[in-house]
């Protein structure tokens, strides 16, 4: 079985709009994928720099790995440049759907893990390899009709120096 992209996002590409007006009745999707600026303090890297590799790194601070249940600190690791977004919002979606999430994760350093909450709802915690690119993919079920869809990714690492290149996500409605 060959998988379609539903939506992609990504740091070149992240306010993709899925309509077409030719088949106004078919499911589609819009959405946005965001990061607070990004990390940028005391490395030569851009904000421009980092979009146009299609790659922006958050890190410095990460969040504490037994922290599964507080993203009431989630606005607080967007701010400390730890977190990054997804927002979806899902148009004529058939009953019974759901969405296969793929995130692109680029090569991270100090131990990172990646939390995954979808709302304000933890999912689960993904160890990201320190220097090897990695995809992590999360399975979802989706309500009929129209609906909009949060996933933070929110790093964490017992080191503070931690970073990891957050690519973008590939969304695929099964």
Same mark, same amino acid.
């Given at each position: ?14 306010? +993709? /709009? ?27 890297? #851009? ?5 146009? !590799? ?14 599964? /249940?507080?993203?009431? #600190? ?8 730890? !977190? ?6 899902? $148009?004529?979606?058939?009953?019974? #759907? ?13 131990? +990172? #893990? ?9 999912? $689960? ?5 320190? /220097? ?10 989706? +309500? ?9 990714? $929110?790093?964490?690492?017992? /080191? ?15």
């Amino acid at each position: 079985m060959t998988l379609t992209p539903f939506i992609e996002l990504s740091p070149t590409a992240p306010n +993709p /709009n899925g309509y077409n007006p030719s088949t106004p009745d078919d499911p589609w999707a819009y959405g946005t994928h965001w990061t607070f600026g990004g990390f940028t303090s005391g490395w030569s890297l #851009s904000i421009d720099s980092q979009a146009s !590799a299609n790659e922006i790194i958050i890190g410095y601070d990460p969040g504490d790995p037994a922290d599964e /249940n507080d993203l009431t #600190s989630i606005v607080a690791d967007i701010y400390r440049r730890c !977190a990054a977004g997804t927002n979806l919002a899902l $148009r004529n979606i058939p009953e019974a #759907s759901q969405l296969l999430l793929v995130y692109g994760f680029g090569a991270g350093t100090g131990d +990172p #893990s990646i939390q995954f909450f979808v709302g304000s709802d933890f999912v $689960r915690t993904e160890p990201i390899r320190d /220097n090897v690119n990695e995809t992590v993919a999360l399975l979802l079920d989706v +309500p009929a009709g129209d609906s909009t869809l949060t996933v933070y990714t $929110r790093l964490a690492s017992p /080191n503070y120096w931690a970073r990891v290149g957050v690519q973008g996500v590939t969304a695929y409605l099964l």
